[in-house]
């Protein structure tokens, strides 16, 4: 299958504090980038998206950062709650409209 | 308004067999995606339904099938299952002239024994 990595990041952080989340993409060509979030028993959840011609996209306590020079994308949280524990994920859409999954980041939220 | 539907939750089937989930996207919604998620492989796309017409597959052997019907409803097979096969299968469906992410279903979590 089309597949990108293997290895499951995690990243802790205390309750109220902010968290960065990163992710690398592989295709230059991607003109679309999405951040999803999945819960235990959940399908992956749109949290918010940025279009190439951006390099940053803010929504409700949620910020995407896009530096296409590195292809890297970040997704910060502000005031992380204990909610936010999860599973996220960064997508790109390919040249042929194909939605492609980074290999995720377990966010955990310590009380 | 209705999300994405997959059926059945859980699905246990023996090695050999075959095996068919379905999915029925948000009303309006006609692209229909469908991804094979595990732990060490993270979401993998299998392919992409469009009006009934695949427009998109991923690299997976032919035993991996699907179908999409005229009311959008989208349906994937499995044939000759291995233990490999063992997944959570994803469904996702995206609106119509909005160039954005998908909307996931739960989800189908398959065990072959």
Not at chain 2, 58 to 85: I, Y
Request: aromatic share 10%.
């Amino acid at each position: 299958g089309e597949s990108v990595g293997l290895h499951l990041p995690t990243l802790s952080v205390q309750e109220g504090d902010n968290s960065i989340i990163n992710c690398a993409y592989s295709n230059s060509a991607s003109d679309y980038f999405i951040w999803y979030k999945q819960e235990s028993g959940k399908g992956p959840q749109f949290i918010i998206d940025i279009r190439s011609n951006m390099d940053k996209r803010q929504g409700q306590r949620v910020t995407v950062l896009l530096n296409k020079t590195v292809k890297h994308l970040s997704l910060q949280i502000a005031a992380t709650q204990p909610g936010d524990s999860a599973v996220y994920f960064c997508a790109w859409k390919t040249s042929y409209d194909k939605v492609i999954f980074g290999p995720g980041t377990s966010l955990s939220v310590i009380p | 308004k209705a999300g994405v539907t997959q059926t059945p939750r859980y699905l246990i089937k023996t090695r050999g067999q075959q095996v068919t989930l379905s999915c029925s996207p948000i009303s309006g919604h006609r692209s229909v995606s469908w991804y094979q998620q595990t732990p060490g492989q993270g979401l993998q796309f299998l392919f992409e339904y469009f009006s009934e017409t695949q427009r998109n597959k991923g690299n997976f052997p032919g035993r991996f099938s699907g179908r999409q019907f005229s009311n959008s409803r989208s349906e994937m097979n499995v044939s000759t299952l291995e233990l490999g096969d063992s997944a959570l299968y994803l469904c996702a469906s995206r609106g119509p002239g909005r160039v954005d992410g998908y909307t996931f279903g739960s989800g189908t979590r398959l065990t072959v024994v």
